[in-house]
């Protein structure tokens, strides 16, 4: 019986599916969203975000708009037009802050923006305010 309580207990972490090709940056944002207590998956391009998204169900998705294969704009376009995954909130997450990217990741579907490197006490705030409701999002 502690074992099922357990199981449980461990499904209640939010998971978050982190589309990052740039292993030293999944692997930094990766290793302090755990330490937060959530569940992470992650993918390396934006086709295989598409897929893990459909399987995962994630609460949240941080997606890297530079990605190979099929970019974090492209892959958001598709994640919305698929009635099953297009409520998950995502984050756009971008080294390259031109003007007109914010309304750019807007307009492809996209909940919130943040620029590379993170700012993670920011980070968690709008992760914190897209799953929990904290706030306005």
Known sequence: MRLLVRTSQVNLMPKILLVEDNEMNRDMLSRRLIKRGFEIVMAVDGRQGLEMARQESPDLILMDMSLPE?????????????????????????????????????QAGCNDYDTKPIEFPRLLEKIDILINGKAQA
Do not use: F
């Open 70 to 106: 099929m970019d974090g704009w492209e892959t958001t376009r598709q994640l919305r037009s698929d009635e099953r995954i297009r409520s998950i909130p995502v984050i756009a997450l971008t080294a390259h802050a031109m003007a007109g990217d914010r309304e750019k990741a807007m």
